[in-house]
């Protein structure tokens, strides 16, 4: 790495927000939010938007076999499968609470199943999770169903169930090939399985299979980053997540603490790693999505980018925006684009709500009018690497402060400000969340006191 990149990285890795939402989670206001609001908003979400371009759904299914320990999701880890049935009965429960919302049928237009592993569930119990869904809504012209598959658990009888309900993409989690690292972070997972659950999707349809990999775990040198990038590229997968470990233990407790601080790899390597990957995907045509993806031409993701369609919300990036968005299932968060909220991430106390026919909600934010100009910003931002103020409706004003703020920034090379715009240099793209935090009027109203976000770099 040359040094003026490395002193860059040293000057700019600092804690901060990922912003698959703005407010971010630590900075919502409950003082506003209410079961209530949330449920106005949303149904005026839906009123607008439902018929004009439908809605999507996140089905979080928390469920793993076994602990790995570099895990940020919000995951129950049990080998009882008992669990199954009656975690799908809660999540149609919760879904009909929602449909009492509504004086017209949902058009699905997205549907992720998110986890934990979905794969960890019977295909049956899949099948019945979502034929018990659809049988409830339409489903949107162009709609986009897609799963996270563990490779060692997902069978062709998983892909195939899947499949003849509309499923035509599947992300596996891959994190690293080699032994060592794999050791550490509790996943024992041999490029076998990766290469065969792959194949073994294509075989069956899906036109999208995307890998999840992680540079920034522990042991990991770049020499195991380039070997996992080159096992990676001879299965071509149309998609990858090229994350940065998010080493958060401070929130996931023990499950992350099965290595030390002092083996993980230093910011500077973090970013050479992440260098040397990016380069080596070029190389076979991987186009960079903004922030930590990666596609090939013939992937929606792609196509989306490029027709300035891309959106950002909890299930990271994806290639059309609804103005709605539900999440079913414990911890799943709700977006009305008016509000957000959470659902409860205890399995109890979400089970405890829906027997009371109650939603289970347990925390969010309504949106004022600073919040949504704010947001579209940062949207922007993270989607396009650019952002306007042209005309009244996007300018706020504390703007000229932010501006002075990121004239630092622009004398660093990593942006471009104009009369109206700001455009990040291809130099400022891996900054992208640093220039974000400068828009971000909550947390530069009050910086948090403990630290509550991952390490940008
Ligand atoms: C729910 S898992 C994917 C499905 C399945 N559970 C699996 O592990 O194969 C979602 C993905 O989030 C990513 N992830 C989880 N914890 C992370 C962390 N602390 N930092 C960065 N990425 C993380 C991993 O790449 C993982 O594959
Ligand atoms: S990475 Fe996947 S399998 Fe491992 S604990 Fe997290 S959700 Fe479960």
């Not at 058009?107 to 592993?117: A, M, R, S, V, Y």
């Not at 929130?251 to 990016?278: C, H, M, T, V």
């Not at 026919?357 to 579209?376: A, S």
């Not at 996007?394 to 703007?399: A, G, P, Q």
């Amino acid at each position: 790495m040359s040094g003026m990149l490395s002193s860059l990285v040293n000057k700019y890795n600092i804690a901060g927000p990922r912003y698959t939402s703005y407010p971010t989670v630590p900075y919502w206001n409950q003082n506003t939010f209410s079961l209530k609001n949330w449920k106005t908003s949303l149904i005026k979400s839906f009123k607008e938007s439902n018929a004009k371009e439908g809605i999507s759904l996140y089905i979080h299914l928390p469920y793993c076999e076994s602990l790995c320990t570099f895990c940020g999701c919000n995951k129950r880890i049990t080998k009882q499968h008992g669990v199954e049935r009656p975690y799908i009965d809660a999540v149609l429960k919760e879904w009909q609470l929602y449909l009492e919302l509504f004086d017209e049928k949902p058009i699905i237009k997205e549907l992720h199943l998110g986890g934990g592993t979905p794969t960890f569930f019977s295909p049956e119990n899949l099948t019945l999770l979502i034929k018990g869904i659809l049988k409830t809504a339409l489903v949107a012209d162009g709609h986009e169903f897609s799963f996270e598959g563990h490779p060692n658990n997902t069978t062709r009888a998983h892909l195939e169930a899947l499949y003849s309900v509309g499923f035509r993409r599947v992300s596996y989690g891959v994190q690293d090939y080699n032994e060592t690292v794999q050791k550490a972070i509790h996943r024992m997972q041999p490029f076998e399985n990766v290469k065969r659950a792959t194949e073994m999707a294509r075989d069956v349809g899906y036109t999208s299979v995307g890998h999840d990999i992680i540079f920034g775990l522990p042991f990991q040198t770049l020499e195991h980053v380039r070997e996992t990038i080159l096992k990676t590229k001879a299965l071509l997968p149309d998609r990858l997540a090229f994350y940065s470990y998010a080493h958060v233990p401070w929130i996931k407790g023990n499950g992350q603490r099965g290595f030390n601080d002092s083996d993980l790899p230093s910011a500077d390597l973090k970013r050479q790693q992440y260098e040397l990957g990016k380069q080596l995907l070029a190389e076979v045509g991987y186009h960079e999505i903004g922030m930590d993806h990666f596609a090939l031409q013939t992937d929606s993701l792609y196509k989306s980018m490029q027709n300035g369609d891309l959106h950002r919300n909890f299930m990271g990036y994806t290639p059309s925006k609804t103005q709605a968005m539900i999440g079913l299932g414990v911890s799943a968060i709700s977006d009305s684009w008016y509000g957000f909220s959470q659902n409860e991430k205890g399995i109890e106390a979400y089970y405890h709500l829906l027997n009371e026919n109650i939603l289970p909600v347990y925390r969010g934010h309504i949106l004022n009018e600073e919040d949504l100009v704010i947001r579209k910003h940062i949207l922007n931002l993270m989607c396009q690497f650019k952002t306007t103020w042209s005309g009244h409706s996007l300018y706020f004003k504390e703007l000229p402060e932010v501006l002075i703020k990121l004239k630092e920034m622009e004398n660093d090379g990593l942006l471009n400000i104009g009369s109206n715009t700001i455009e990040v240099t291809k130099k400022g793209q891996p900054f992208v969340r640093n220039i974000c935090m400068a828009f971000d009027l909550l947390l530069q109203r009050k910086q948090p006191d403990t630290q509550l976000f991952s390490m940008t770099v």
